[in-house]
């Protein structure tokens, strides 16, 4: 298992024969019952010793070692993983001189989503967010904090969400007419920097720029889609529902 978090299969080996054994356990020994040769077993040993995740004992002319608790070594290992995160933070989140005007293509859904995420997290004066709904649900406790702190928060969904934000819109499209519709995902942060992603082929594919000629087009069509909304979620009971030309019209607008 150790293996997992870049310790070589000797040290694991090492590991988990002390581990099994419960008791202190020479070098010798622990050569023949982990599989390890002899002739690696202390260096193996050592540099287990000075990762924190054995413990060496030395008596007269002999030195016996003892498996640190699993539990210790899990927060051990917890620790270093954070603290090698924020090391890589830092040597690579530099604040940008100079606008990137070019369009970067995403293809990796999960990618996509988290960069989605982490913009949403770094916005500090305004979010432009179109989604599906099933597509908020990490979202929404961000959204709302964001809002209590000041930043103007304006969502538009595809489906009902439950949530406090002031700024939210619906469009309201019959259950049975969302199966044949085509995802698609906008951010735009800061009015700053654009994400967008539409469903291809059953896949998500993507770009992100922060071009402000694209920015804005985005930004209007953002409002755009929010008028039609509005449109339907007003009208659809008294007009919109007995003229089936101009629903269908709203809903090729938009999709």
Same mark, same amino acid.
């Given at each position: 298992m150790l293996t997992r978090f870049g310790f070589t299969d000797y040290e694991n080996r090492v590991y988990e024969t002390l581990h099994g054994a419960g008791k202190p356990m020479t070098g010798y020994a622990l050569a023949k019952d982990s599989g390890v040769p002899r002739g690696k077993i202390y260096e193996v040993l050592h540099r287990l010793v000075d990762k924190g995740i054995i413990l060496e004992s030395l008596t007269g002319n002999k030195s016996e070692y003892q498996a640190v608790d699993i539990d210790i070594v899990i927060a051990a290992l917890t620790k270093n993983f954070y603290d090698s995160v924020a090391e890589l933070r830092g040597a690579y989140r530099k604040e940008r001189t100079e606008r990137d005007d070019r369009v970067w293509m995403l293809k990796d859904d999960r990618?996509?989503? +988290?960069? +989605?995420e982490e913009w949403?997290?770094?916005?500090?004066?305004?979010i432009h967010l179109s989604l599906w709904a099933d597509e908020y649900d990490e979202l929404l406790p961000i959204l709302e904090q964001k809002e209590a702190e000041g930043v103007r928060v304006e969502a538009l969904t595809l489906g009902e969400i439950q949530s406090k934000l002031a700024g939210l819109h619906?469009?309201?499209?019959?259950?049975?007419?969302?199966?044949?519709l085509e995802r698609w995902r906008l951010?735009? +942060? $800061?009015?700053?920097?654009l994400l967008l992603a539409v469903s291809h082929g059953g896949e998500m594919k993507g770009m992100m720029t922060s071009a402000p000629q694209f920015v804005q087009f985005f930004i209007d069509f953002f409002y755009h889609d929010v008028a039609l909304a509005e449109i339907t979620t007003r009208y659809y009971d008294d007009v919109l529902s007995? $003229?089936? $030309? %101009?629903?269908?019209?709203? %809903?090729?607008?938009?999709?």
């Open positions: 990618s996509m989503l +988290l960069t +989605l949403v997290r770094r916005a500090e004066r305004s619906t469009f309201p499209v019959p259950q049975h007419e969302q199966h044949s951010a735009i +942060l $800061d009015e700053s920097r007995g $003229d089936e $030309d %101009i629903r269908r019209l709203l %809903i090729r607008l938009r999709y």
